[in-house]
T-cell receptor, first 109, second 116 residues
Framework: RKEVEQDPGPFNVPEGATVAFNCTYS??????FFWYRQDCRKEPKLLMS???SGNEDGRFTAQLNRASQYISLLIRDSKLSDSATYLC??????????FGSGTRLSIRP | GAVVSQHPSWVICKSGTSVKIECRSL??????MFWYRQFPKQSLMLMAT?????????EQGVEKDKFLINHASLTLSTLTVTSAHPEDSSFYIC????????????FGAGTRLSVL
């Protein structure tokens, strides 16, 4: 089993739709969680941190479920510009960073 | 604006040559930088952790003599792909943690290496 797993997609949804995807992690001692966005042939960029209490930034909501060991990302009112690959990042210890393989999202007009 | 600068952005080289990639932190000191490799449609794979003033820590399966890392200053880490071969063709990305933002990675723009 991979330490961090994501559904690779692609998720193909119409503009304006709400879409959500999860990322599971195997190490229960994992401490920090993030969502990054990566556009084709570009470097990943931080989208948002994931806090235990959940956090929201505009149309994006991230949540952490420690009991079931997954994090989620919800995108409301999706825009064409949201098309990208979304990577979850888990710090399984203070210095071990693990990237998920990414979920591809495609928003159609 | 960018906080990590990576150069060059694209390299084409002949098999057997060595390629050096630079990663600079802008306006902050990075005692630790990270080097990743990403093959098409795959996730980033951590290659090594670069520590200023000491030896890099390599991930399992990454040859330290093949991928030389030098972190000689608090703002610069270099990755040298020695005797590159076509299978080394990939997207190489560095990142650094800015001191005030714990565990948040700021990435360089990446270097696309094509070995002919």
């Amino acid at each position: 089993r991979k330490e961090v797993e994501q559904d690779p997609g692609p998720f193909n949804v119409p503009e304006g739709a709400t879409v959500a995807f999860n990322c599971t992690y195997s190490n229960s001692a994992s401490q920090s969680f993030f969502w990054y966005r990566q556009d084709c042939r570009k470097e990943p960029k931080l989208l948002m941190s994931v806090y235990s209490s959940g956090n929201e930034d505009g149309r994006f909501t991230a949540q952490l479920n420690r009991a079931s060991q997954y994090i989620s990302l919800l995108i409301r009112d999706s825009k064409l510009s949201d098309s990208a690959t979304y990577l979850c990042v888990v710090y399984s210890s203070a210095s071990k960073i693990i990237f998920g393989s990414g979920t591809r999202l495609s928003i159609r007009p | 604006g960018a906080v990590v600068s990576q150069h060059p952005s694209w390299v084409i080289c002949k098999s057997g040559t060595s390629v050096k990639i630079e990663c600079r932190s802008l306006d902050f000191q990075a005692t630790t930088m990270f080097w990743y490799r990403q093959f098409p449609k795959q996730s980033l794979m951590l290659m090594a952790t670069s520590n200023e003033g000491s030896k890099a820590t390599y991930e399992q399966g990454v040859e330290k003599d093949k991928f030389l890392i030098n972190h000689a200053s608090l703002t610069l880490s270099t990755l040298t792909v020695t005797s590159a071969h076509p299978e080394d063709s990939s997207f190489y990305i560095c990142s650094a943690e800015k001191g005030s933002a714990k565990n948040i990675q700021y990435f360089g723009a990446g270097t696309r290496l094509s070995v002919l």
